[in-house]
C-alpha cells in the first residue's frame, strides 16, 4: 500500500476585508460596557447585514476586528463605503471620545483556506492597508482599484508605493474618498462636455509644476463660464494628472466622456517654454 502524499492545499482568489476599531483600547478603558453594548449594536443591526447583503462571509472576529471573505471585489469595496457612511451617521450625535469608527483595508489576492480560516499574503496586505486608513476611512490595494475603476462611482487617491510592515515589496496604495456606495448617477446634461487634463511638465524643469497646473486650472475655469458646455471640475480631471490615460478609459471612468458629445485635451508645457516664455504651450487631443 502506498503511502498517502501530502493532503491537498485549498486555494482561491478572494477579495478580503479586514477592519477594526480606531482606537478601541480607549474606548474600552473609558467605558467598557457602554463600548462593548454599542459595538455589539452596530454588528447585529448594522455590520453584519450588510456584510451578509453583499455576500460576504465573516471569517472571524477579534474583539474590536472583522476578517471577512468576498468572492467580489465590488461588493467589499459597496459595503464597506455603505458601513462607514451608515457608521459616520450613528456617530453623528456623539462627541468625538465616544465615537465608534472603523478603519477598512481591502486588497484581492489568493488565499489559503483551511478549517474555515484564510491564510496568505493577500490576507496580510489587508490588515496591513486597514492599518493606514484614517478612522471612517478605506484603504485599498492597486489590483482592488484597478478591478473598482469604472463600475463604481468611487474617487481614489493614489497614496504611492508603501512599504508595509512584513510585506517583502512595496504595495501601491489607494484612499478611498466618502461617499462611494452605490449611489445613482445624475443626469447627463443636453449640451457638449468637456474635461481639460492636467498639463504635462515637458521643460525638465520641476519647479514649473505649479504654473502647468495653473495653466491648466485657468482653462477650465474660463471653459466653465460658458453656458453651452458642460465641465468637468478640477477635482475629477486631476485625477488623471502623470498617468497616461486613454479616452476609452477615461470615457469608462465617467471623467472624460460625460456624453456622447463629451471632448478631451491633455495641454502640455513644451520643452523649449523656459521660465523667460511662458505664454506658449500646446494642447494635443487624446486617442
Known amino acids: 500500500m502506498e503511502p498517502a502524499g501530502p493532503a491537498r492545499v485549498e486555494r482561491r482568489l478572494a477579495a478580503i476585508f479586514a477592519a477594526d476599531v480606531a482606537g478601541y483600547s480607549r474606548l474600552v478603558e473609558a467605558d467598557e460596557e457602554g463600548t ?3 459595538l455589539k449594536t452596530l454588528r ?3 455590520i453584519d447585514p450588510k456584510i451578509a447583503g453583499y455576500r460576504g462571509r465573516i471569517v472571524k472576529t477579534t474583539g474590536d476586528g472583522l476578517l471577512v471573505e468576498f468572492a467580489s471585489v465590488v461588493d467589499a469595496l459597496r459595503c464597506a463605503a ?5 457608521l459616520a451617521g450613528s456617530n453623528a450625535a456623539l462627541p468625538p471620545d465616544r465615537r465608534i469608527e ?10 489559503v483556506v483551511e478549517d474555515g480560516d484564510i491564510f496568505g499574503d493577500g490576507v496580510n496586505i489587508a490588515a496591513r492597508l486597514e492599518g493606514l486608513a484614517e478612522p471612517g476611512g478605506i484603504c485599498v490595494s492597486a489590483r482592488v482599484q484597478e478591478d473598482a475603476a469604472g463600475k ?3 474617487a481614489f487617491e493614489d497614496l504611492g508605493d508603501q512599504q508595509l510592515r512584513n510585506i517583502t515589496r512595496p504595495v501601491r496604495v489607494y484612499r478611498v474618498g466618502a461617499g462611494v456606495a452605490s449611489q445613482p448617477s445624475l443626469p447627463l446634461p443636453n449640451k457638449p462636455s468637456i474635461v481639460v487634463l492636467a498639463f504635462t511638465n515637458m521643460s525638465g524643469d520641476p519647479e514649473q509644476e505649479f504654473f502647468a497646473d495653473g495653466i491648466a486650472e485657468d482653462i477650465i475655469t474660463s471653459l466653465s463660464k460658458s453656458r453651452s458646455l458642460f465641465v468637468i471640475a478640477r477635482n475629477s480631471s486631476f485625477t488623471y494628472k502623470g498617468k497616461a490615460v486613454a479616452t476609452e478609459k477615461s470615457a469608462a471612468s465617467s471623467v472624460c466622456a460625460m456624453s456622447s458629445k463629451a471632448a478631451c485635451a491633455r495641454p502640455a508645457i513644451c520643452a523649449r517654454d523656459g521660465p523667460a516664455d511662458r ?3 500646446r494642447r494635443t487631443p487624446l486617442g
Open 152 to 154: 463604481l462611482d468611487a
Open 82 to 86: 455603505e458601513m462607514q457612511t451608515a
Open 36 to 38: 462593548l453594548g454599542r
Open 279 to 281: 505664454s506658449r504651450y
Open 102 to 111: 472603523f478603519r477598512i483595508g481591502i486588497n484581492i489576492g489568493d488565499i
Open 44 to 46: 447585529a443591526e448594522m
